[in-house]
């Protein structure tokens, strides 16, 4: 679930979740729900990928992420930014060249021939990495992209998204388990919120979302996917 945001938080939640809905990354679809990573079933769905496309919104983002980061982490505690493949790469471009910082991207798994690497990119032993992605819904991929970033000797312990989906149990206490605190801009809330005041979505279909979010579990069993 969600952690509790201050003032400059919640802000930036509402600014991105408004970004997302203006260039229709949100998606809805009851009737033909969305299987997610994870395994469970969702009627919505977010493509943080579609940012890449649009000037001001990753501008946008990309400054929330870098504040984010120095807020959270400090200035000058951050030595590189690596981007988990595939959708994390081009938000860690973005965010480390923002922070003037060097930058790495994660493979899911080495590549088969040459230097049979899994991490692209100078990193150096004892450096502390971000790991950046574009969302999380159950955190089980960022702790594969972590634990190659930790084998290549770097310290990796937190991990910033653009999108948290904030519905399903489990994410942030499986990565604080692994010892990775889990860093968002928006989350559904935001989505909604932003969606019944500008008026993005019917009635009808905002009380679908709240639906699905009074109990996604449930939701997901009884729509084909994986239950707690």
Same mark, same amino acid.
């Given at each position: ?5 201050n003032?400059?938080?919640t ?10 809905l203006?260039i229709?990354?949100v998606?809805?679809r009851?009737e033909e729900?969305y299987k997610l ?9 977010i493509d ?5 496309? !649009?000037?001001?919104?990753r ?5 929330l992420? =870098? ?7 400090g200035? $000058?505690?951050i030595?590189?930014v ?7 790469i081009p &938000?860690? =471009?973005?965010?480390s060249?923002?922070m ?5 991207y994660?493979?899911k /798994?080495?590549?088969g021939f040459g230097?049979? =690497? ?6 150096h032993?004892?450096q502390?990495?971000v790991?950046?992605e574009?969302?999380?819904s @159950?955190g089980? @991929?960022?702790i594969?992209f972590?634990k190659a970033?930790?084998?290549?000797g770097a310290?990796?312990?937190?991990c910033?998204v653009? !999108? !948290?989906?904030?519905? !399903?149990?489990?994410?942030i206490?499986m990565?604080a388990n692994?010892?990775?605190?889990l860093?968002y801009?928006?989350?559904?809330a935001d ?7 500008g008026? &993005?979505? @019917?009635?009808?279909?905002i009380a679908?979302? /709240?639906?699905?979010l009074?109990?996604p579990i449930?939701?997901s069993?009884?729509h $084909?996917?994986?239950?707690a």
């Amino acid at each position: 679930m969600t952690t509790e945001r201050n003032a400059r938080q919640t802000a930036a939640g509402k600014i991105v979740a408004k970004f997302l809905l203006d260039i229709k990354a949100v998606n809805f679809r009851p009737e033909e729900p969305y299987k997610l990573t994870a395994g469970w079933a969702s009627p919505v769905y977010i493509d943080c990928r579609k940012v890449i496309s !649009f000037v001001e919104a990753r501008r946008t983002i990309t400054r929330l992420a =870098a504040d984010e980061l120095n807020e959270a982490i400090g200035p $000058g505690k951050i030595d590189t930014v690596a981007g988990g493949e595939t959708a994390g790469i081009p &938000y860690a =471009a973005w965010i480390s060249d923002a922070m003037g910082l060097p930058m790495q991207y994660v493979r899911k /798994k080495p590549k088969g021939f040459g230097r049979m =690497a899994q991490i692209e990119g100078e990193l150096h032993e004892g450096q502390n990495v971000v790991l950046v992605e574009d969302l999380a819904s @159950s955190g089980d @991929s960022k702790i594969g992209f972590v634990k190659a970033l930790r084998d290549a000797g770097a310290k990796c312990d937190h991990c910033l998204v653009v !999108f !948290f989906y904030g519905a !399903f149990p489990g994410a942030i206490e499986m990565l604080a388990n692994e010892g990775i605190k889990l860093h968002y801009l928006a989350t559904w809330a935001d989505v909604i919120a932003v969606a019944e005041e500008g008026n &993005y979505f @019917s009635p009808q279909a905002i009380a679908g979302v /709240k639906e699905f979010l009074k109990d996604p579990i449930g939701w997901s069993v009884a729509h $084909g996917g994986k239950g707690a």
